[in-house]
């Protein structure tokens, strides 16, 4: 074994591979291999990859393994990239499984395949995929299908298939009808480092007669991949079209704003807004995002000094405000109540901006139960006790199904005070809102 991995002089032809590329030929082909004899860290990263990628036994991985083997041997035999591209700097493993997740639409056989003089990973990659797949020329920007992370069946994938071998646009299964003609031919155009869906959204812009400018503003925003409610978006970008490229660094204020009306099936208004002229528009979508952030700023002061015009803030806004559930009890019974021993004061936390002002303020990680919230599995009290001229603050949380308690924690997830507890035995038997 070790004669095959790693006692073989550097550089010598094993077939028609170096010693390196002989190596992980043989991981493709699932046979043993040692990775202490690879001394090349790339390499040894590379065999690991391929190997996870062979071992799988599920009923759709086994069909792909052979596959893979074939692949990995044609690049390793014509190219040295296996040696020389780091795993984190190009994705060439997931690319080439999911060549293979296509291997019914392969028009040409990998071994027929020739490499290109340069020795660009891009480069090769793209001509592989060229050579597998492609009978009529696509645009550079199409390419950028075999790296969409996700399921190995793809909806971009699938129409680079069918362009590649003569469908046309119009052919495409979830292709919108409202994109035009005149779009469609402009896309052509758009820079290869964009998805398709972002390349579509550049053909229209161009078609509508905007400019690079607002071209960059829409495929930077967040709506560049909703293909679902494109009658809408093909009418506000004919409209920022219009208006000129001085309203172009808005664009993304108002598409954010109907991605969050979108989101709460809010078409209606949405209609109403895009018939607003231009300048009412802006101000309008102004004013929803500087509201929003001030409603945040309640919680998380912070907010108070960040700008809405940066789409990565929007971003998580928009985030911070969809992660809300409805209370567990009724706001009436969220008020003090009387003990023996003191005062209880009950408040429920229904967001994810209260949630990590609740792990602020008392220093543990309440921040992480928001998708447990979302879920409806637990909620969140902020419990604070009078008692003595003193106050102790603690964190509950509670079942929603049963309403028992789950967890109780005070500040640096200590544990309630021995006083703390006599007041809460009491409240709970008394109240009846929790189970003790």
């Known amino acids: 074994m070790n004669t095959v991995l790693g006692s073989q002089e550097p550089g010598r032809i094993v077939g028609n591979a170096t010693q ?55 690049l390793a035999e014509q190219t040295r990239i296996w040696e020389k591209v780091p ?21 040409r056989a990998p071994e027929e395949w020739q490499a290109p003089q340069q ?38 994938r699938d129409w680079f298939v069918q ?8 052919d495409l299964q979830g292709l919108p009808r409202t994109i035009s003609r005149r779009a469609l031919h402009e896309c052509a155009r758009a820079p290869e480092d964009l998805s398709i869906a972002q390349g579509l959204r550049w053909g229209q812009v161009l078609a509508s007669g905007g400019g ?51 989101h709460q099936e809010q078409q209606g208004p949405v209609e109403r807004l895009l018939a607003l002229p231009m300048k009412e528009l802006i101000a309008h979508a102004w004013k929803y995002w500087r509201d929003a952030a001030a409603a945040l700023s309640v919680h998380l002061p912070e907010w108070q000094q960040r700008s809405v015009t940066h789409p990565e803030c929007r971003q998580q806004l928009s985030s911070l405000m969809r992660q809300c ?50 879920r409806k599995g637990s909620s969140i009290f902020s419990l604070i006790i009078h008692r003595a001229g003193e106050e102790e603050r603690l964190t509950v949380e509670v079942c929603r199904e049963t309403r028992k308690v789950k ?30």
Request: with cysteine.
């Open 163 to 170: 362009l590649a071998q003569g469908a046309s646009w119009r």
């Open 20 to 74: 390196a590329a002989w190596i992980i030929v043989q991981v493709a082909r699932r046979e043993r291999w040692v990775a202490r004899t690879v001394n090349n860290p790339i390499l040894r990263k590379q065999c690991r990859l391929v190997g996870r990628n062979l071992r799988g036994a599920e009923d759709w991985q086994r069909p792909m393994q052979p596959l893979l083997a074939r692949l990995v041997k044609v």
């Open 407 to 436: 967890e109780i924690k005070g500040r640096w997830n200590r544990q309630p005070s021995p006083q703390a507890w006599t007041c809460l035995e009491q409240w709970t038997y008394e109240s009846g809102c929790f189970v003790a």
């Open 212 to 262: 690079p400018r607002l071209a960059r503003e829409v495929v930077r925003s967040r709506m560049a991949h909703d293909m679902t409610h494109d009658a809408w978006w093909s009418r506000l970008i004919q409209k920022f079209a219009a208006a000129g490229e001085t309203s172009a660094r808005s664009y993304g204020l108002v598409a954010d704003l109907f991605v969050e009306m979108f």
């Open 325 to 374: 559930w409805h209370p567990m009890i009724p706001r009436s019974l969220q008020r003090s109540y009387p003990v023996r021993m003191g005062v209880i004061s009950l408040r429920e936390l229904t967001s994810a901006a209260e949630l990590i002002a609740e792990g602020r303020e008392m220093r543990h990680c309440v921040a992480r139960y928001a998708s447990v919230c979302l």
């Open 87 to 107: 795993v984190w700097r190009h994705p060439i493993v997931p690319i080439l499984v999911r060549m293979c997740a296509y291997e019914t639409h392969w028009i």
């Open 119 to 156: 020795e660009d990973v891009k480069t090769i990659m793209r001509s592989l995929v060229a050579h597998l797949f492609v009978r009529y020329p696509v645009a550079d920007f199409l390419y950028h299908a075999w790296q969409v992370r996700g399921d190995l069946r793809w909806r971009e």
